[in-house]
């Protein structure tokens, strides 16, 4: 009896502590360059004081960008496809996590029968007739299958990384629409900026018009003269009509974003003023921790790693318990009686014995899997320190061009002037005014494309730095057994 004892007790340790299967999972290994290749004003700092969390797009200091933002989070069906996903991935964690547990099911019934006077029988027990009989019976089942070598408790680990996955991937796909329609805003005002320089434009063609048109009157214009400047004005129109065209385009695809039908959508103009923020490119190591879509990454590799265990598992046996219970009789006022009483225990193990190799094909297939999510990860790394270093280069691009053109415009304008006075004066012909202005309005008009891709760049950046997220809110992502849920139907 003692022997029997030390033996249960060794059994029921067994049952509950097993083994796990398959690799320890490790975060895959990257290639991180030490810094950016940066010049000023750029500069490598705590990546966290530079954009803030939630609401990155604060750092723009624009309400009515700010307003659309908050509009397009609670509104974007992008946004609502990737929550319901990180629910049925909540959900999936918590299926697995269920498996834990025992089960309990019952089946009552209750039967009348009769049993036919002709029936056959052994001499032992000779037919008098024919027998009505009742059976009512309330039975339990309880069953529970020991996790003896994890692969219950890789199928959970797997559940759960891809919980955390899934969780990134919502914040990644919120940063990737609120980037969007920060840079398609951006994009809309730097539109209109060059809207209004044509419409500007138009109106001191059409008075220059008018003074060639009158100097012509008066013998001192050619033909010559007036068609080049009315060239240039309805050159100048259609330009403002297809720009228009453009920024519906836009307009639309802001529309969408918010989650609003484009027909019923509008957005006063308003001339693009606004300087990009100065931003912060931090280290490139901080990067693996404040972007979501690494997070993502990193943990499809955990869950493929999970995988593997699970494939392993398969290569042994699995041991189900199990016991069964109840009552039955054939009066339902003695159903509960002791002599009612039915009950039945028991155990059984499985093992495969032949499987025509399909658990080492399984277990390649995990492994392939796993090697696949690390490449992949290590791939989403390789392009994340791309797009930091292309926008902060960018961005320095940007600001140089921005600056010197600045004073391009400037030259153009004086000479625009100078050129004016010199043809009232009869100094040179219209076609040199005419050329100025023509001048004039493409600098103008590249002046306003670099202002507005300087803003939109700087859009880019942030996205590219993570938009303010830490990787560290995935730890509480995670499902946790509570009695509630474990005795739920």
Not at 372 to 390: C, G, H, K, P
């Amino acid at each position: 009896m003692k022997h029997r004892a030390v033996w249960n007790a060794s059994f029921v340790f067994l049952l509950a502590a097993g083994c796990t299967v398959g690799p320890t999972y490790q975060r895959p290994s990257a290639p991180v360059p030490a810094h950016w290749d940066v010049s000023a004003p750029w500069h490598e700092s705590a990546p966290k004081d530079g954009v803030p969390k939630g609401e990155w797009w604060s750092v723009f200091e624009n309400d009515e960008l700010s307003a659309l933002e908050k509009q397009a989070l609670d509104a974007n069906q992008t946004i609502k496809v990737a929550v319901a996903r990180l629910e049925q991935a909540r959900a999936a964690a918590s299926l697995q996590i269920s498996t834990q547990f025992p089960t309990l099911s019952s089946a009552p019934s209750a039967e009348r029968q009769r049993l036919s006077g002709n029936r056959p029988s052994s001499s032992n027990f000779p037919i008098t007739g024919p027998v009505s009989q009742t059976n009512i019976t309330l039975p339990f089942v309880a069953g529970y299958e020991a996790d003896l070598f994890g692969r219950r408790r890789r199928n959970i680990e797997a559940a759960q990384a891809s919980y955390q996955a899934s969780a990134a991937d919502l914040e990644n796909v919120r940063l990737v629409i609120t980037s969007e329609l920060a840079g398609d805003y951006f994009t809309l005002r730097q539109l209109d900026s060059e809207l209004n320089i044509l419409n500007r434009t138009v109106e001191t063609l059409q008075k220059g018009l008018q003074l060639v048109q009158s100097r012509h009157t008066g013998g001192l214009a050619s033909g010559l003269d007036v068609a080049e400047e009315e060239t240039l004005l309805n050159t100048t129109k259609t330009q403002a009509v297809l720009l228009q065209q453009q920024r519906k385009q836009v307009e639309d695809a802001i529309a969408v974003l918010l989650g609003k039908p484009a027909p019923d959508f509008h957005l006063e103009p308003k001339e693009l003023s606004a300087e990009p923020p100065a931003l912060d490119a931090g280290l490139p190591s901080d990067l693996l921790e404040r972007r979501p879509d690494i997070a993502e990454a990193e943990r499809q590799t955990a869950a493929a790693n999970a995988q593997i265990g699970i494939a392993r598992a398969a290569y042994f046996p699995s041991l189900n318990l199990f016991a069964n219970g109840g009552w039955q009789a054939a009066d339902i006022a003695k159903l509960l009686n002791v002599q009612s009483t039915v009950w039945a225990v028991g155990a059984n193990a499985a093992e495969a014995i032949f499987t025509g190799g399909s658990r080492r094909a399984q277990a390649q297939f995990a492994r392939a899997g796993y090697d696949a999510s690390v490449a992949s990860y290590r791939d989403t790394v390789l392009n994340a320190f791309r797009e930091v270093q292309d926008d902060v280069t960018g961005l320095t691009v940007l600001d140089q061009a921005f600056h010197s053109q600045e004073k391009a415009v400037d030259s153009a304008r004086r000479t625009v002037d100078i050129a004016t006075s010199r043809y009232v004066g009869g100094l040179v012909s219209y076609l040199d005014v005419v050329n100025a202005q023509q001048s004039l309005l493409n600098n103008e008009q590249e002046l306003a494309v670099i202002r507005g891709q300087r803003l939109v760049s700087s859009v880019l950046l942030v996205k590219a730095l993570g938009g303010g997220w830490d990787a560290s809110s995935l730890a509480a992502v995670h499902i946790k057994t509570k009695l509630t849920d474990v005795v739920a139907p």
